[in-house]
């Protein structure tokens, strides 16, 4: 079946780094854009960044710049490079498939001195 496993969460100080990674699984990865979304305590869940089957990306205002998302289709995997992580970043990050509604169970980022 589809499955989304995220991982590379944890706690990190303002200004540093984190590379989370997503490893899907049960359908054809390279055929299937891929979304990271996150979800702060309190509020909404809301898109981060976004790779299209073609390569292309799109990134939500708060992370251009910042946050850089990428795949590797040989090893079924979509990748968050996060730097310069600020207090706000944090949140639990989720990995998804848009067009299968498929999940990952998230991962816990904490940007705090």
């Known amino acids: 079946q589809v499955q989304l496993v995220e991982s590379g969460g944890g706690l990190v100080q303002p200004g540093g780094s984190l590379r989370l990674a997503c490893a899907a699984s049960g359908f054809t990865f390279s055929r299937y854009h891929m979304n990271w979304y996150r979800q702060a305590p309190g509020k909404e869940r809301e898109l981060v960044a976004r790779i299209f089957t073609t390569g292309s990306t799109y990134y939500a205002d708060s992370v251009k710049g910042r946050f850089t998302i990428s795949r590797d289709n040989a090893k079924n995997t979509v990748f968050l490079q996060m730097n310069s992580l600020k207090p706000e970043d944090t949140a639990v990050y989720y990995c998804?498939?848009?067009?299968?509604?498929?999940w990952g169970q998230g991962t816990q980022v904490t940007v705090s001195s």
């Open positions: 998804n498939a848009p067009t299968l509604g498929a």
